[in-house]
């Protein structure tokens, strides 16, 4: 009886597939090696300080959630940055060393998947196996997973899930738990990859049966002896041992995956704002509407598979319409997809590489519909990755019916010349798509201007662009210290604003698009009247953000508006007490004001929410001393000095006022505090 997955036997030959499959991932993928980072990046390698420390950084990669960004933490998926983590432990931060890895073990998932077709389906050529495996290398929907090095955990999970597969047939033939053990294992790492493996765990029973069909001599006399058309309804087959067995780990390995969702997020809570615009099943009143875009998304899918352009970093509402029964694509979906499977059960019931192919796609994509959970972006080329394996294997199987082909016993040389001409025009037209797919995603410019054309209607695309832009501007004014250079670079900066106003312009309830052009308008176009106006608006929507209600404080402090200034510092600071910044401003403002007193309480009341802080010691020292009380001053002062022994400038004053006083102990002690910085010169 064969294995589903066969590394041992004949090694050779093994390693020459592998070589040959490593040749074409790098045809295809070479000049992604230049590429730079992009699109996400950040949360497993770009400038995330655990992965960066290489192997010592493993701690905060296991013990810390996928995100730790503020108003963004969510998700556990500690395996791609442990790779990562290796790879900068060896090799250091080296971007083409990481797109080479991500090509490299792309290259080993598609070994892995023909080596699982050779024995999934042991009777069918290899020529057809290799056709399978070049369409699905060469088709351009994965471009997004291998030039996204935050996307190779779709990768390593498809990887793991081989793995959990593999453990699971061998549970299925044997009925030992030990490798029913091995396969939860498998899955759990796969889980911790990425939540996706959910898609294989419902895919189980599929390639159970197909495998159980192709090696198992009982279980086919087995299926032969059922005269029932529906045999997988009948007693008799569910039954059957392997079939029992395969209920069984599908049913483990379901709950698994919930288990684990479910317990991930009491030990990592989320923090995490969901918006309208990234998809609207996140607003209450549009979930009525949930199987509408299921089905619309479904169709999206299917498009992308056989036309696969444009290819787009983000979708997102309004690229995605807000779909509602009456949208036509829904009713397109279901007759295309029940078109499909009557075609399937009709004309390609003997065929199964369609049969297992055409189940396949929609057993692994089905996660993936905004049908269980909403998806940020409503829909991602990422989630093909495994999809398109289903679509490249049901392609080649209904292209050898329609052309007659026998694909048990053909080879290539025998191939019809009809099946030549489609299959390697396919392929040319896709290592195009793919070429200049790579050359997008050179880096976030290149892509983004790229794609905005195709995604003049997208929200968050517009809005994603317009950040990039500016964060670009200040990446260089901050290069060159020069605070001028915003007439340089004039044309960016009216782009960026551009783009942040065509997003509202879709969705005109999104506050943090509002307070970026406010701080646009106020730091690089120096036009406060405008820059009040968006922060106004932005107010109405989310008068508590922190970040607005400190910019309006900051607004109107300029326009000489103290009053209404302290009401927004005042706001800010009951929003969040341990915002530094507020209570600096509004002590700052009170001091400009005169208003003594004031600065003292202020200080005072910081001290109960900042205890460690200097900021509220020194506030009140330079309020004692604008007092004459020269005595309380010193005494603030000094508690300031404990909490920040670098103030050298603070530290002399203290020292001149004891050796006027003829303190030696006192002099002594901040004589030696500022000795350490002549020992640090």
């Not at 279901?334 to 297992?356: P, S």
Request: charged share 20%; net charge positive.
């Amino acid at each position: 009886m064969k294995n589903f997955l066969i590394l041992n036997k004949n090694f050779k030959k093994n390693l020459i597939v592998f070589i040959k499959i490593l040749f074409f991932s790098f045809l295809f993928y070479f000049n992604s090696l230049k590429n730079e980072y992009n699109l996400d990046d950040y949360l497993v390698i770009r400038e995330n300080p655990a992965v960066l420390k290489g192997i010592s950084g493993i701690k905060d990669i296991f013990f810390k959630p996928y995100s730790t960004i503020e108003k963004f933490v969510f998700g556990y998926r500690p395996i791609t940055k442990f790779f990562y983590a290796i790879e900068v432990e060896i090799f250091g931060n080296n971007l083409k060393v990481h797109h080479f890895f991500n090509i490299f073990y792309f290259a080993l998932l598609s070994f892995l998947i023909f080596i699982s077709l050779k024995n999934l389906f042991p009777n069918i050529s290899e020529t057809i196996i290799w056709c399978i495996i070049l369409l699905w290398i060469a088709h351009p929907i994965h471009t997004e997973v291998i030039n996204s090095l935050k996307n190779r955990e779709e990768i390593l999970y498809f990887i793991f899930s081989i793995i959990f597969i593999y453990f699971s047939l061998k549970f299925v033939i044997k009925g030992n738990i030990f490798y029913l053990l091995l396969a939860l294992i498998f899955l759990i790492i796969s889980y911790l990859t990425k939540e996706s493996v959910l898609s294989f765990a419902f895919a189980l029973p599929l390639i159970s049966i197909f495998y159980l069909k192709s090696v198992n001599q009982s279980f086919i006399m087995h299926i032969k002896n059922l005269n029932n058309k529906l045999l997988i309804f009948s007693k008799d087959f569910i039954k059957n041992k392997y079939i029992l067995r395969t209920l069984a780990i599908t049913i483990v390995s379901v709950f698994t995956c919930y288990f684990l969702f479910k317990l991930l997020k009491v030990i990592f809570p989320e923090k995490l704002e969901l918006h309208f615009f990234e998809n609207p099943l996140h607003a209450e009143e549009y979930r009525k509407y949930k199987i509408p875009l299921t089905l619309y998304t479904l169709l999206y899918y299917i498009r992308l598979l056989f036309i696969p352009y444009p290819l787009l970093f983000y979708y997102g509402l309004y690229k995605v319409p807000i779909v509602t029964w009456q949208n036509i694509n829904v009713f397109l979906s279901i007759i295309i997809n029940f078109g499909i499977v009557y075609l399937i059960l009709k004309k390609f019931k003997t065929n199964d590489l369609v049969l297992f192919g055409a189940f396949f796609f929609y057993l692994t994509i089905f996660p993936f519909l905004n049908f269980l959970v909403p998806i940020n972006g409503i829909i991602g080329e990422r989630f093909l990755n495994a999809p398109s394996l289903g679509f490249s294997i049901a392609f080649i199987g209904a292209l050898s019916t329609l052309l007659k082909i026998n694909y048990n016993s053909i080879n290539f040389k025998n191939l019809p010349a009809k099946f030549k001409y489609i299959y390697f025009a396919i392929l040319t037209i896709y290592f195009i798509i793919v070429i200049n797919r790579n050359k997008d995603w050179k880096n976030e410019i290149t892509l983004y201007s790229n794609d905005i054309k195709y995604l003049e209607n997208s929200v968050k695309a517009n809005d994603i662009l317009a950040q990039i832009i500016i964060d670009r501007v200040y990446n260089i004014r901050r290069k060159y210290q020069y605070y001028g250079i915003e007439e340089k670079l004039k044309a960016s900066i009216d782009s960026g604003i551009y783009f942040w106003k065509k997003s509202l312009s879709l969705y005109n309830k999104n506050p943090k698009a509002y307070n970026n052009l406010a701080w646009i308008y106020y730091d690089l176009k120096k036009n406060l009247d405008s820059a009040l106006f968006y922060l106004i608006e932005g107010y109405k929507l989310e008068p508590n953000s922190i970040h607005i209600l400190l910019n309006l404080g900051q607004l109107y402090y300029l326009k000489n508006k103290f009053d209404t200034a302290k009401y927004f510092f005042k706001k800010a600071i009951e929003n969040k007490p341990t915002e530094t910044y507020a209570w600096a401003k509004l002590i700052e403002l009170y001091f400009l004001l005169k208003e003594i007193d004031s600065v003292i309480y202020f200080s005072n009341e910081m001290l109960k929410y900042l205890p460690n802080s200097e900021l509220p010691y020194n506030y009140i020292g330079n309020a004692y001393l604008q007092k004459k009380d020269t005595l309380n001053a010193i005494l603030n002062f000094e508690k300031e000095i404990s909490l920040n022994t670098k103030d050298y400038k603070k530290i002399q004053f203290v020292l001149n006022y004891y050796e006027r006083k003829k303190d030696e102990k006192k002099v002594k002690y901040y004589k030696n505090l500022l000795s350490l910085k002549n020992e640090k010169k």
